[in-house]
């Protein structure tokens, strides 16, 4: 009996182990940019790539770049079992230290989209697929 009892101990913890609800949204991801400079809609090509964090069983990492002229940012952000996410995080932007706002995140069907702002400039829209 108790060798039964340790052996289904371990069955169980051995299944929470393998499930991460993270894995889902893990890979590479490339679409578009968008934002309006003087009314005109501009946009540009955007990839971005999401690992899990070693900080965090509830973070993944988001490295892309995030209006930083050819830098990629590397941002753990908090995401829901369900894909959403919003988070804010320091960062250099011309020269001039700036706060970069990250809003209506969500991961769905493959894809990836939100919206960040840095202040003084426009707000960026992101909408990427998994590849």
């Given at each position: 009996?108790?060798?039964?009892?340790?052996?289904?101990?371990?069955?169980?913890?051995?299944?929470?182990?393998?499930?991460?609800?993270?894995?889902?949204?893990?890979?590479?991801?490339?679409?578009?940019?968008?934002?309006?400079?003087g009314?005109?809609?501009?946009?540009?090509?955007?990839?971005?790539?999401v690992?899990?964090?070693?900080?965090?069983?509830?973070?993944?990492?988001?490295?892309?770049?995030?209006?930083?002229?050819?830098?990629?940012?590397?941002?753990?952000?908090?995401?829901?079992?369900?894909?959403?996410?919003?988070?804010?995080?320091?960062?250099?932007?011309?020269?001039?230290?700036?706060?970069?706002?990250?809003?209506?995140?969500?991961?769905?069907?493959?894809?990836?989209?939100?919206?960040?702002?840095?202040?003084?400039y426009?707000?960026?829209?992101?909408?990427?697929?998994?590849?």
């Amino acid at each position: 009996m108790a060798i039964s009892v340790v052996m289904m101990a371990g069955i169980t913890s051995c299944s929470k182990d393998e499930v991460d609800f993270r894995e889902k949204f893990v890979g590479s991801y490339s679409g578009n940019e968008q934002y309006t400079d003087g009314g005109i809609p501009v946009t540009s090509l955007y990839t971005a790539l999401v690992s899990k964090s070693s900080e965090s069983s509830s973070k993944v990492v988001i490295s892309a770049e995030f209006m930083v002229a050819g830098r990629t940012e590397s941002v753990a952000v908090e995401v829901s079992k369900e894909g959403s996410f919003f988070t804010s995080f320091a960062s250099v932007v011309d020269g001039v230290s700036q706060t970069v706002q990250v809003s209506s995140g969500k991961f769905a069907n493959g894809t990836l989209t939100y919206s960040y702002y840095v202040q003084g400039y426009v707000t960026y829209t992101v909408n990427v697929n998994k590849l």
